[in-house]
């Protein structure tokens, strides 16, 4: 787990469903301790990954 960028990038407490896209999207970059939950899947399209 990358402590790190969870303590400089910690999800607000009501955030958005915009700003849990962009979080979770930047957390699949830095870190993998938890992958992106079931409700947010659809927004993730895991064939546009270069
Ligand atoms: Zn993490």
């Known amino acids: 787990m990358n402590k790190t960028w ?3 990038n910690s999800m607000p407490a009501k955030a958005t469903l ?3 896209i962009k979080w979770h999207k930047e957390h699949q970059k ?3 301790c ?3 939950p ?3 899947e659809k927004y993730f399209s895991e064939k ?3």
């Open 6 to 8: 969870h303590q400089k």
């Open 18 to 20: 915009a700003q849990r």
């Open 30 to 32: 830095h870190c993998s």
């Open 34 to 36: 938890r992958g992106v």
């Open 38 to 40: 079931k409700s947010l």
């Open 48 to 50: 546009k990954q270069p």
